[in-house]
């Protein structure tokens, strides 16, 4: 697994100078795990202050754009991060805030769900929230359902693998979580979507993107992203990943933005 550690100097030289030849860097980030370092509850893993802070500044800069991208629900990463003038897009990209766009956009508004999906996932939900061990996180789109411990992850998502096999669901683990939610949309449509959305209104043509992840669902921006800077975090977890470059965690996160601020 030859990953390049994007802290090292002569990495560092080749993303800036690919950001120096663009007009415009749109960049992506997810949220936990990324700009957040992992905590046992959900509802205290907030962004990193230093990493705030340059996001901040990096939000004001001309050359900058802002995307966040996250499992988490829209109204949960807005109250976590509490950026003005950014892009958002919640529960993995089925809901999709962009600051120039009229309403909230809904990639998979048309689908339709039937009655067995729907109560399947009733179901489900209403049994793990009675099981010791599990904290079930209803965000409408999916359920996020979080383990205290890993040790009979693999029996538990093979059952649940079985049981939505012909639904409209799809069942995804996680680091001590499997995520059930929609099928048909993943980051890696969502990133596209917007990149295709700010590419029109700004007519832009030369442009870089820079998506930087964590998890399972972020190495399918890593493995669709045709053109742009993949980066993966790979805090405790080993180097399996399809993205170009890697940080150690949220700390390194802020170091590189910092890099950014400074190029
Ligand atoms: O796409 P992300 O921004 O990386 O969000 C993925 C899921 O993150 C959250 O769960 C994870 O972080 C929690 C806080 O540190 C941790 O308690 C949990 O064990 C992790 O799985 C979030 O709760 C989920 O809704 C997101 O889908």
Same mark, same amino acid.
């Given at each position: 697994?030859?990953?390049?550690?994007?802290?090292?100097?002569?990495?560092?030289?080749?993303?800036?100078?690919?950001?120096?030849?663009?007009?415009?860097?749109?960049?992506?980030?997810?949220?936990?795990?990324?700009?957040?370092?992992?905590?046992?509850?959900?509802?205290?893993?907030?962004?990193?202050?230093?990493?705030?802070?340059?996001?901040?500044?990096?939000?004001?800069?001309?050359?900058?754009?802002?995307?966040?991208?996250?499992?988490?629900?829209?109204?949960? =990463?807005? *109250?976590?991060?509490?950026?003005?003038?950014?892009?958002?897009? &919640?529960?993995?990209?089925? +809901? $999709?805030? %962009? #600051?120039?766009?009229?309403?909230?956009?809904?990639?998979?508004?048309?689908?339709?769900?039937?009655?067995?999906?729907?109560?399947?996932?009733?179901?489900?939900?209403?049994?793990?929230?009675?099981?010791?061990?599990?904290?079930?996180?209803?965000?409408?789109?999916?359920?996020?359902?979080?383990?205290?411990?890993?040790?009979?992850?693999?029996?538990?998502?093979?059952?649940? =693998?079985? *049981?939505?096999?012909?639904?409209?669901?799809?069942?995804?683990? &996680?680091?001590?979580?499997? +995520? $059930?939610? %929609? #099928?048909?949309?993943?980051?890696?449509?969502?990133?596209?979507?917007?990149?295709?959305?700010?590419?029109?209104?700004?007519?832009?043509?030369?442009?870089?993107?820079?998506?930087?992840?964590?998890?399972?669902?972020?190495?399918?921006?890593?493995?669709?992203?045709?053109?742009?800077?993949?980066?993966?975090?790979?805090?405790?977890?080993?180097?399996?990943?399809?993205?170009?470059?890697?940080?150690?965690?949220?700390?390194?996160?802020?170091?590189?933005?910092?890099?950014?601020?400074?190029?």
């Amino acid at each position: 697994m030859n990953k390049k550690n994007l802290l090292e100097l002569t990495q560092l030289a080749e993303v800036k100078d690919k950001i120096t030849a663009a007009d415009k860097v749109l960049l992506f980030l997810d949220y936990d795990g990324t700009l957040a370092p992992f905590k046992p509850d959900p509802a205290q893993a907030y962004p990193l202050p230093a990493a705030l802070k340059q996001l901040e500044i990096l939000q004001q800069l001309d050359k900058y754009t802002l995307n966040f991208v996250s499992g988490r629900k829209l109204s949960d =990463l807005k *109250k976590m991060l509490k950026l003005e003038g950014v892009n958002y897009a &919640g529960s993995h990209g089925l +809901e $999709i805030d %962009l #600051t120039f766009a009229a309403e909230i956009i809904y990639p998979l508004a048309k689908q339709k769900i039937d009655q067995q999906s729907r109560k399947l996932y009733q179901n489900v939900k209403k049994n793990y929230e009675k099981k010791a061990g599990f904290r079930v996180e209803d965000k409408g789109f999916g359920l996020a359902i979080h383990l205290e411990t890993t040790l009979n992850q693999d029996k538990i998502v093979t059952d649940l =693998l079985q *049981k939505f096999k012909s639904t409209k669901y799809q069942v995804l683990p &996680g680091r001590k979580v499997i +995520e $059930i939610r %929609l #099928t048909g949309w993943d980051k890696g449509k969502t990133v596209e979507y917007i990149k295709d959305e700010i590419v029109a209104r700004d007519k832009l043509s030369n442009y870089l993107i820079i998506y930087l992840g964590d998890d399972s669902t972020d190495e399918d921006v890593f493995c669709q992203l045709e053109q742009g800077i993949t980066i993966y975090i790979k805090n405790e977890s080993n180097l399996k990943t399809a993205a170009e470059y890697f940080l150690a965690d949220p700390a390194a996160v802020a170091d590189f933005l910092k890099e950014l601020v400074e190029t």
